[in-house]
């Protein structure tokens, strides 16, 4: 029988590393990267069966990457491995098209349980957040769970996590492939949109909404 491929996204190396010796019996492991623009062209050159990504990792965090990934290729199962014990992560995590959120400290058969319940068409949360979300997503109904963030584009998404991570304005053109000025206009367009101020504003709100 063909073992399904799988691919991690971590930017911690020895966390990829040492999951290793946990999948590799069950799976065959295709890869591993540390950004989340790597996940999305190792996505696209691999064609895994499953991703088992973190949600905070650099240049594209890995709920945006996981956003992208979905729309290319919505079979693919997800599933987040994460320190993130916040519900609105797992909301959006969810939102985004993972099939299981698990956390890093929680057992090593959780993760394979949450992987093998994707694959089956399943969906897998770790217990300790179940309740939670289920009562996170009743008082946030669903299309307003990231309200402002959601105003924002996949572009401007993007944007905002590389001047975030402290970034200049040509650096993140040149990792977007895009002018300087798109990026200045991207920039100015979300100070509008979200009402802000300034440079530092931008960045603050990024922070707040995990965009890092």
């Known amino acids: 029988m063909k073992k399904p491929r799988i691919l991690l996204a971590d930017d911690h190396r020895m966390v990829s590393e040492g999951l290793r010796g946990l999948l590799e019996p069950n799976y065959q492991l295709v890869g591993m990267v540390e950004d989340g623009r ?7 050159k691999l064609m895994p069966d499953v991703v088992v990504a973190d949600v905070s990792m650099p240049l594209l965090n890995g709920i945006e990457a996981v956003r992208q990934l979905k729309k290319k290729n919505p079979q693919c199962v997800v599933v987040f491995l994460t320190m993130h014990l916040d519900v609105a992560y797992a909301a959006s995590a969810f939102d985004a098209g993972a099939s299981g959120y698990v956390l890093k400290h929680s057992a090593p058969s959780e993760l394979l349980t949450a992987i093998n319940s994707g694959l089956k068409g399943q969906t897998y949360i770790t217990p300790i957040l179940a ?4 009562n996170y997503q009743h008082s946030h ?25 402290g970034l200049s304005v040509k650096e993140a053109a040149a990792i977007l492939g895009i002018s300087a000025r798109t990026v200045e206009f991207h920039k100015y367009s979300m100070m509008e949109t979200l009402r802000l101020k300034s440079s530092a504003d931008l960045v603050r709100f990024a922070v707040e909404h995990g965009i890092k």
């Open 38 to 44: 790597a996940l999305l062209e190792a996505a696209d």
């Open 131 to 134: 309740e939670e979300l289920l």
């Open 141 to 165: 109904p669903k299309g307003k769970q990231e309200d402002r963030l959601s105003r924002l584009t996949s572009r401007q998404r993007e944007v905002l996590q590389l001047l975030a991570e």
